[in-house]
């Protein structure tokens, strides 16, 4: 296992180097999107628009920050991942838009699989639990768009310095840790029963 520090905009070809197991702290700028955020990326692109943000060499960190409204902007208190497998559909669509990480928790399914093969993605395991610890890691609140779509919806944008640690789930090659604990599992029922 290895131990990277990576800085967006991030490289498909550094991201292609990364293993299952691998340990990443990312620094630069991690944007946010949950089920709502996705669907109006969707929309926005299927209008003929351009979105807000370029996430050519991107991470989309799928969370919801808790944050404190201040007259020059807001303050980000805390940040954990959410379940990741709510935004299956949508795995192939950012890969298409150059995203090159996904971070979250929970893993992924197949659709995602073949989208980090294809794009030279890397799906992140984010530590559960540890929402303080992240959201010290966050040095500032860049920007917030489609707040109106609620704050843990909104896209956030958040300029951060050695985010992690987080652990490569899911890597380019198709390797994957939650289908392995699958396929593990299952073994074990059908030995046992």
């Not at 944008?157 to 396929?183: A, H, Q, W």
Request: negative net charge; charged residues 30%; hydrophobic residues 35%.
């Amino acid at each position: 296992m290895k131990e990277m520090k990576l800085k967006t905009p991030l490289k498909e070809e550094e991201i292609r180097k990364l293993d299952v197991g691998d340990v990443v702290y990312i620094s630069g700028i991690i944007y946010t999107s949950r089920d709502m955020g996705h669907l109006k990326m969707r929309e926005v692109i299927e209008k003929g628009n351009e979105l807000p943000v370029d996430l050519e060499g991107g991470a989309i960190f799928h969370a919801g920050p808790v944050v404190k409204k201040k007259e020059d902007g807001y303050e980000l208190r805390v940040i954990g991942p959410t379940t990741s497998i709510r935004m299956e559909p949508h795995s192939d669509f950012i890969g298409q838009l150059g995203v090159k990480v996904i971070i979250g928790k929970g893993g992924m399914e197949e659709g995602t699989s073949s989208a980090l093969q294809k794009h030279g993605m890397i799906y992140l395991q984010a530590p559960p639990g540890c929402a303080v610890v992240l959201g010290e890691r966050v040095e500032k609140v860049e920007n917030v768009y489609w707040i109106d779509l609620g704050v843990p919806e909104a896209l956030w944008v958040l300029k951060v310095n050695e985010f992690g640690p987080l652990v490569v789930g899911m890597d380019s090659k198709g390797k994957s840790i939650y289908r392995e604990i699958k396929e593990n599992g299952k073994e074990l029922i059908e030995k046992m029963y």
